[in-house]
């Protein structure tokens, strides 16, 4: 699993908080820690607020796991679109090792 240091999650396009993606800047290397980041960060959003209480609503459960979803749908669309567009061997392989 490739960990992320704040450097990378500060230059990684697809760790930005930008409304549209930034296409011309995402670059095949970016794609695995980006991702792997993401679905790190979600799994911790699910097991902090699931252990966080056995009362849920929208607001402590839904809200946060939706925040999360949409950002790792942030990222992976627009690499998931290049793979369809742009694809190139380097890409090809960098949306292959993306964890499940």
Do not use: C, G
Not at 68 to 87: C, G, Q
Request: no cysteine; net charge negative; hydrophobic share 40%.
């Amino acid at each position: 699993m490739a960990a992320m240091n704040h450097d990378h999650t500060m230059t990684n396009p697809l760790l930005s908080n930008a409304i549209l993606p930034l296409f011309s800047r995402i670059k095949p290397e970016h794609i695995e820690p980006a991702i792997t980041h993401l679905l790190d960060e979600a799994r911790a959003t699910v097991d902090q607020h699931l252990q966080a209480t056995t009362e849920y609503s929208w607001k402590n459960l839904i809200e946060p796991l939706e925040n999360a979803e949409d950002r790792l749908n942030k990222a992976w669309s627009p690499v998931s679109h290049m793979n369809s567009v742009v694809n190139s061997d380097e890409l090809r392989e960098a949306y292959k090792r993306v964890p499940a």
